[in-house]
């Protein structure tokens, strides 16, 4: 089954729009971690933030900013004030405290292109 | 800090043909894994370790192999290549800690393997 689901495969936006891209996890673990990851045209993995099961605190860091609700297993993700730059794929992942292979169960990624 | 590297960058095989991805991380991470990246299926565990001499399958493991004879490196063994392992390849490390945390993995720039 799948863990993580990205409903959205791409996104196109104009310079300067905010985008929001979803992420809804399925978990029976009561202690989890959700992670935000881009990979920009030149294929490498940057990570975002990370973020446990007990904080649900929304965080702000620059132009990014995220909002987890536990009660709708959603951990989204927005970018204000797009850039060119924020050309990219964007994975949410999910790794399950309880296992033990430390897995990252990955969405299969929304491709979010900012036009200028 | 060098980081999480990959080598090679990119590689053509023909079937049948075998080859080792290296990977190696200078930073003292236990957790070392491998996942194969292909087009709409977000990332997938090949193989993953816990600490030097120990090994373990992740969800597709069938066609590789893995050794972990040092903290620093963890090469993957492709050992008859098939077209299906036609994929990019992400190496990633983390810390490990008491059960119930998880830490940031960090990616390599991946190599791009093509099997004809």
């Known amino acids: 089954a799948q863990k993580v689901t990205q409903a959205q495969t791409e996104i196109s936006v104009v310079e300067k729009e905010d985008v929001t891209l979803d992420c809804v996890y399925e978990?029976?673990?009561?202690?989890?971690?959700l992670f935000w990851y881009k990979q920009p045209p030149s294929g490498e993995l940057v990570f975002l933030i990370r973020r446990n099961s007990f904080d649900e605190q929304n965080e702000i860091s620059g132009r990014y900013s995220w909002n987890f609700q536990k009660s709708t297993s959603s951990f989204n993700f927005t970018i204000t004030a797009s850039q060119v730059v924020d050309s990219a794929v964007y994975f949410c992942?999910?790794?399950?405290?309880?296992?033990?292979?430390?897995?990252?169960?990955f969405g299969a990624g929304t491709t979010v292109t900012v036009r200028a | 800090n060098a980081g999480v590297t990959q080598t090679p960058k990119f590689q053509v095989l023909k079937t049948g043909q075998s080859m080792t991805l290296q990977c190696a991380q200078d930073m003292n991470h236990e957790y070392m894994s491998w996942y194969r990246q292909d087009p709409g299926m977000g990332l997938r565990l090949i193989h993953y370790?816990?600490?030097?001499?120990?090994?373990d399958q992740g969800e597709v493991p069938n066609g590789y192999n893995v050794s972990r004879s040092t903290t620093e490196d963890f090469p993957l063994r492709l050992l008859s290549a098939a077209p299906s392992q036609t994929s990019v390849y992400f190496c990633?490390?983390?810390?490990?800690?008491?059960?119930?945390?998880?830490?940031?993995?960090?990616f390599g720039p991946g190599t791009r393997l093509l099997v004809l």
């Open positions: 992942a999910l790794s399950e405290a309880e296992s033990n292979d430390y897995k990252l169960s």
């Open positions: 990633a490390s983390s810390f490990t800690r008491d059960r119930g945390f998880r830490e940031t993995q960090y």
């Open positions: 978990t029976r673990d009561t202690t989890y971690y």
């Open positions: 370790s816990v600490g030097a001499g120990i090994t």
